[in-house]
């Protein structure tokens, strides 16, 4: 079945440093991957979404490009502020089929 | 904009006692509804997937008997979690899509439940 790693556990940087977060999957179907952030006592949100092979996508200064030839979806800032330290997830899915598999999270610290 | 509301947003619960939650999309036709939950110091789990016009599915180790889901229209859907105890704590939430337009879920805020 479909599977997702991320690197798990904590990350903690200081302001103003670059951040990658590692998501690799497996699936045997065309992918659909996501990045979710979720803050404390709030749902996730979506993130980032792509399907197209090497093409790279962005938002809120958060980039990532989805490369099917390694299986990768990593996440990536290049300066990180306070206000991004959250949980993030990255979800696979395929086409024709509703559900997404999450990674197990990752937990970002952004201190001062 | 598409928004899915859930309530209650927290609730407390005696073991063996019953609640319900509810997933209300607005903006969009939520043609599949799919539950999670987030135990503590877990990922999301899926619980059960629901599109309209087809039968309910459970994942693995989630049933029917015990996480009864309506799914009565494009706007609307509700999840018991029924006899609950302390390992069905935990953030329930509902991510629903429209599947003829995106593949992306569009989560509410969550049901956080607590059974004492």
């Known amino acids: 079945g479909d599977s997702v790693t991320q690197t798990e556990g904590l990350v903690t940087l200081t302001k103003g440093l670059p951040v990658m977060l590692n998501c690799t999957y497996q699936?045997?179907?065309?992918?659909?991957l996501f990045w979710y952030v979720q803050h404390l006592n709030e749902a996730p949100k979506l993130l980032l979404k792509?399907?197209?092979?090497?093409k790279r996508t962005e938002h809120q200064g958060f980039y990532a490009t989805l490369h099917k030839s390694s299986s990768s979806f990593h996440l990536q800032k290049s300066s990180v502020q306070l206000s991004d330290s959250a949980l993030y997830f990255c979800?696979?899915?395929?086409?024709?089929?509703?559900?997404?598999?999450f990674g197990k999270g990752t937990v970002l610290l952004v201190s001062p | 904009g598409a928004l899915v509301y859930q309530y209650p947003r927290r609730t407390i619960c005696k073991s063996g006692t019953s609640m319900r939650m509810e997933c209300q999309a607005v903006?969009?036709?939520?043609?599949?509804v799919a539950w999670y939950r987030q135990s503590p110091q877990k990922t999301f789990e899926l619980i059960a997937l629901?599109?309209?016009?087809?039968?309910?599915?459970?994942e693995q180790n989630f049933t029917q008997e015990k996480f009864p889901i309506s799914h009565p229209n494009l706007s609307f859907s509700s999840m018991t979690v029924l006899n609950a105890y302390l390992e069905d704590r935990g953030l329930y939430l509902c991510?629903?899509?429209?599947?003829?337009?995106?593949?992306?879920?569009?989560f509410g805020p969550g049901t956080r439940l607590t059974v004492l």
């Open positions: 792509s399907s197209t092979d090497n």
């Open positions: 629901s599109t309209v016009n087809s039968a309910i599915k459970y």
């Open positions: 699936t045997t179907y065309s992918p659909f």
């Open positions: 991510g629903a899509r429209d599947q003829g337009l995106s593949y992306e879920q569009y």
């Open positions: 979800a696979l899915s395929h086409s024709g089929y509703n559900k997404l598999t």
């Open positions: 903006g969009f036709q939520a043609t599949s």
